[in-house]
């Protein structure tokens, strides 16, 4: 189902989660029903008495399509925000709100960005005049720090350490 932002499960492949599977399959049910709706189309447009036998036929298919939709969708949990709706209410595309969020996390990323860089900055001057007014603290500090860092990284290494002696490693995305 390209274009529609869902992707369908090819080649008889089943997906592991059971979601996923649900989602696959109003999918295919929401694509069934568009169908069956052209269908109708077609037999009200081209109506006559003598067509209409396959009209109801193609009714009651449809019904009990959206039951089955209706059964499917009741499994599956899919949280939307409201202003997505809002957006598709208004005739807009919901990717604006998608965009939206993004640029904002863009710029709370800047704002936290800067406020650590300051803070590293601050840190160095204070170690700077810290080392001015009293040199043997600060070498005192220094070596203290050194040894804290050592035992973290050996402890973060020992528990990302795998039963066979791998490290985890975690995967770029």
């Known amino acids: 189902a390209s274009g529609n932002g869902v992707q369908g499960v090819a080649g008889g492949d089943r997906p592991e989660d059971p979601s996923k599977q649900n989602l696959a399959q109003v999918t295919g049910s929401i694509q069934k029903t568009l169908g ?26 449809l019904v009990a399509e959206l039951d089955t939709m209706q059964k499917l969708a009741d499994g599956c949990n899919i949280q939307v925000p ?19 969020v993004l640029n904002s996390c863009i710029a709370k990323n800047q704002i936290t960005k800067g406020k650590t860089d300051a803070f590293k900055s601050l840190r160095k001057h204070l170690l700077e005049e810290l ?33 066979n002696g791998d490290a985890k490693v975690k995967p770029e995305h």
């Open 131 to 163: 080392e001015e007014a009293f040199p043997d603290d600060a070498e005192a500090y220094r070596q203290i720090r050194a040894t804290s860092a050592a035992g973290s990284k050996r402890l973060a290494q020992s528990q990302s350490a795998l039963p």
């Open 82 to 100: 409201m202003e997505v709706v809002n957006l598709i209410d208004d005739g807009k595309n919901p990717d604006e709100f998608t965009r939206d």
């Open 36 to 61: 069956l709706l052209h269908q109708l189309n077609l037999n009200v447009s081209s109506f006559s008495s003598a067509s209409q036998l396959p009209l109801l036929q193609r009714l009651n298919a």
